[in-house]
């Protein structure tokens, strides 16, 4: 982040802008939208500068700006459209210690102007450091209309009424009150009375919030997928908005991760698969004790929680603590993977069934049913597998595996640095010590992508 996004108080503050054409237009048509005092210095102004300044939105002087012209401001716009005029300009109000911005030239600016959407006292700016002007505005105009007209006049009152709301005590059951005005009795009162309907539906709204009996704890234990936060459901983006604690793995992704509150508390209880770990005793402790303070808790797992997540174990501590708790479902790895290289899990007329394993435990997996496991046609996902990949080998080609099944490693599956191995039985411990995969990985035995799956019965044909 090159910039760093902050709304400046300009009540009563000077902001200096030197032209008059097209650019300085652009600039003041935000500007004078501000309680500022705007200063305008142009020998040529547009009439609409001319008229601005007759209807006292701006103050406009005739002339090209001079030294000293900018002495007290908080803001300078160079905005002469000539690269000579404004690099004077700009040099002027750098030595008055004035922050500087130069139309169209990112360059030579110390601050950045955003694309706005208005609903003041609601302002949203989008910005991207000049890299994508028209990203920002397509995110504008799909913002503009999101966000109803009523937003604006709702905030202007809410915020009227922040100091009664302090008899609520501070965190959850304040933050309770607000979304239920904000999302249902304000817009409703809205859409009944208009504005002068608000605020009575706000005094009546905070008299049965005072009354009501404080929230218990919860956990939700929340799939968080596979990494994309474009994967995660809405049912999961609505428990992380609105958890108070949320108490997450090793493999949660950072983008998911910032999608919690701001204020929520972040716990890192990563398992690291042979390394360390935080034990499952510790995690239920924090699970319990959270709750019991009256925090709403998400248990954020990677994947689906249901699935080689110990999920039953963290349940069971809720119910032995009276801990009231719900599951979010998410998108599992193996389901993210497999979409990764075109094909499905299951196919007629080569398997109708296929096994989720894990690689983690050593100890059962030496019981599964490796002969069945072993005969043409079926698959496997094996979660967890990078470093059982040489005793996952040896059982199957004891069982009478065919060396040349194939098998693909996906590793961070559904994430920007997604790499897929393409290997075979025969093969695969050589080549995935060579491909030196950091990352989480799922094994697919049986499966390869669908580009490889396509040409093996052509090599096939020509080696015939």
């Known amino acids: 982040m090159q910039h760093f996004p902050i709304f400046l108080a ?38 609409e500068i001319e008229t601005w300044a007759s209807e006292g939105k701006l103050t406009l002087t005739r002339r090209a700006l001079a030294e000293g012209d900018v002495d007290g401001s908080a803001l300078f716009y160079a905005a002469d459209e000539d690269e000579v005029e404004d690099a004077r300009t700009a040099e002027l109000a750098r ?58 006049p709702l905030a202007r009152i809410g915020k009227g009424f922040r100091k009664l709301a302090e008899a609520l005590p501070f965190g959850r059951p304040r933050r309770d009150f607000w979304a239920d005005y904000y999302f249902n009795a304000g817009p409703r009162a809205m859409d009944e009375g208009g504005e002068t309907a608000v605020r009575p539906a706000l005094q009546s709204l905070l008299n049965d919030h005072l009354t009501r009996p404080q929230r218990d704890g919860h956990v939700a234990f929340v799939g968080a997928g596979p990494g994309d936060p474009e994967l995660l459901t809405l049912k999961a983006r609505r428990a992380l908005d609105e958890a108070d604690v949320v108490i997450y793995d090793r493999l949660i992704s950072k983008e998911i991760l910032e999608l919690a509150r701001r204020e929520a508390l972040m716990l890192d209880v990563g398992k690291e698969g042979f390394g360390p770990s935080t034990p499952q005793e510790v995690i239920n402790d924090l699970l319990v004790e959270h709750a019991r303070k009256g925090a709403q808790v998400v248990r954020l797992k990677s994947g689906d929680s249901t ?9 069971d501590a809720c119910d032995t603590a009276g801990v009231t708790w719900h599951i979010v479902p998410g ?134």
Do not use: C
Not at 122 to 144: F, S, W
């Open 10 to 47: 300009v009540q009563g503050q000077r902001i200096t802008l030197s032209g008059g054409g097209e650019a300085a237009l652009a600039k003041l048509r935000l500007l004078t939208k501000t309680e500022a005092r705007i200063d305008v210095y142009a020998a040529a102004p547009a009439p």
């Open 331 to 464: 998108i599992t790895a193996a389901s993210a993977a497999v979409a990764g290289i075109g094909q499905s899990l299951t196919k007629r007329g080569r398997n109708a069934s296929v096994r989720f394993l894990t690689g983690h435990d050593m100890r059962g997996f030496a019981d599964h049913d490796w002969a069945t496991l072993a005969r043409p046609g079926e698959v496997a996902a094996i979660y967890m597998g990078k470093k059982s990949a040489r005793f996952i080998q040896g059982r199957l080609i004891m069982h009478g595996a065919d060396r040349a099944t194939p098998i693909t490693v996906i590793e961070n599956a559904s994430r920007p640095d997604q790499r897929i191995l393409s290997t075979t039985l025969d093969t695969l411990p050589t080549d995935l010590a060579e491909a030196e995969m950091t990352g989480p990985a799922l094994t697919f035995y049986g499966l390869a992508p669908r580009a490889a799956a396509l040409a093996l019965p052509e090599m096939q044909k020509e080696l015939a």
């Open 307 to 315: 699935v080689f997540g110990r999920l039953d174990e963290e349940i």
């Open 95 to 152: 030595a008055a210690g004035v922050l500087v911005n130069v139309v169209d030239n990112l360059h030579d600016s110390q601050f950045i102007t955003p694309a706005i959407v208005d609903r003041d006292p609601v302002t949203v700016a989008i910005g991207t450091e000049g890299a994508a002007p028209v990203l920002a505005r397509a995110i504008k105009a799909d913002l503009e209309a999101r966000l109803p007209v009523t937003l604006g």
